[in-house]
């Protein structure tokens, strides 16, 4: 054991140095990963690096992971997104917080058709951070709802993290997507009552409102939300009536984006072209990720570090709570230095075992994984969402993240939540496939 310490210790050593180093974070992997096999193991690098990403990148769950991005990319550059403000904001009149729950409730509808925290973000801020400023409302609650509520992007489906994650364990992806409905609303509440609170505790920050629509104008104000609701059911509608594979309702989704956004006018030859160029660049960076991940999945393997490390946990008997506490304190510090894909992909060689041997469901640790990832892109210094504002704003990185700290703690309270009451994640995904 001793020696299986000193192997896995050198290792991420070396790869945490690279990383700190500043190399890319699939070069670190591969780097660390062959000076593995090659000083540890009489294993020939170059063949299992062949192997590795070869398998990796020939996974047929992987094609839906480009073309949810490029329905996002679509969507983000088309007048959609301004619909999620103009068809809220009139039943949140009365709300206590009006309409920085725009913020949360346009995350959690954009979520739905984009999987990405970043784009959902970005798209929300720069719809309703200038109408919100216009109106008086405090930069802190605007700019920490919008930082917390966009995180969601990764858990509601389609989510591009819980792709990866199915892909990497090697679980359904349909199921994860069930999954994830629950926790996603749940966070939604869990937003909106922490914007509530803080409304009805700080009145003297909330500008006055605004004279409220009858109902009839609410309703015509509602049908700017039709399009986007339409594109959600088809494409999660596909995936749970058995009609279509995730990889299907992607194609799909960009079928209906692009038809949506052409029927709209927004469809330019050069949106189409930036679009579909960022949606490229995006899917590269991941699949250059998920290889590499790859590459360091078959050298734990082959080190035995994994197997190991798993028996090592089991025979300290640590109960569930202990171990999801120990596995949240670890993802909360990988969080301030990596990207969550990178978090799952990184980790997924020496956690699974663990979360194997100490009887964990899958469906459910993926869930979890995801939600302490998304903590991570409000946690400083490589909280993505943290950059996504700072660009927005113009504020520093400092006052962002302090305006999105109560966020931080909601998702803890989510987290929690979930570990303490697991059917939260397990039940849906129980229930309809069991039929």
């Known amino acids: 054991m001793i020696e299986t310490i000193g192997t896995g210790l050198t290792v991420f050593l070396l790869l945490f140095t690279l990383l700190a180093l500043g190399v890319w974070v699939p070069i670190a992997m591969i780097a660390a990963s062959y000076v593995a096999l090659m000083v540890f193991t009489t294993v020939p690098p170059g063949s299992v690096l062949a192997t590795a990403t070869w398998g990796a990148s020939t996974e047929w769950s992987l094609a839906a992971l480009p073309l949810f991005i490029w329905m996002g990319e679509i969507l983000y550059r088309s007048r959609v997104s301004d619909d999620l403000f103009l068809g809220l904001s009139p039943w949140l009149q009365r709300v206590p917080g009006r309409l920085v729950h725009v913020n949360v409730l346009g995350s959690g509808l954009f979520a739905a058709v984009s999987g ?6 970005a798209t929300i801020g720069k719809i309703s951070l200038p109408e919100l400023r216009q109106r008086g409302y405090s930069d802190n609650i605007v700019i ?32 994860l997507f069930l999954a994830g409905i629950l926790p996603g609303i749940m966070m939604l509440f869990l937003f909106m009552g922490y914007v509530a609170l803080w409304a009805s505790l700080n009145p003297s920050q909330m500008p006055a409102a605004d004279p409220v629509m009858d109902f009839r104008s609410r309703v015509r104000a509602s049908q700017r939300l039709l399009p986007v609701l339409a594109l959600i ?61 790859a590459f360091l999945t078959a050298t734990m393997g082959y080190t035995g570090i994994p197997r190991d490390l798993a028996t090592w946990v089991g025979g300290l008997e640590l109960d569930r709570g202990f171990l999801i506490l120990a596995l949240t304190l670890i993802f909360l510090l990988l969080g301030c230095f990596l990207d969550g894909i990178s978090i799952v992909l990184l980790t997924a060689a020496i956690i699974l075992p663990i979360i194997e041997q100490a009887g964990i469901d899958l469906i459910w640790f993926g869930i979890y994984l995801v939600l302490v990832v998304e903590i991570s892109q409000i946690t400083p210094p490589i909280g993505f969402n943290l950059f996504v504002l700072q660009s927005l704003t113009g504020r520093d990185i400092l006052s962002v993240a302090k305006a999105a700290l109560p966020f931080f703690f909601v998702l803890l309270i989510g987290l929690a939540l979930v570990s303490i009451f697991p059917g939260i994640v397990t039940w849906l995904p129980t229930v309809l496939t069991a039929r």
């Not at 949606?279 to 699949?287: L, P, R, S």
């Open 144 to 175: 920490g709802s919008l930082a917390g509520s966009s995180t969601v992007g990764f858990l509601i489906p389609p989510s591009i993290i819980l792709i990866v994650y199915g892909v990497a364990v090697e679980e359904s992806i349909a199921r």
């Open 233 to 293: 059911v088809c494409v999660i509608g596909s995936i749970y009536a058995g009609f279509a594979s995730p990889t299907d309702a992607a194609a799909v989704g960009v079928a209906l984006a692009l038809l949506l956004s052409w029927v709209r006018g927004d469809l330019t030859a050069e949106a189409f072209g930036v679009g579909l160029m960022s949606a490229v660049k995006t899917a590269c960076m991941i699949a250059t990720i998920v290889v590499s991940a």
């Open 116 to 121: 990405s925290s970043a784009a959902t973000c």
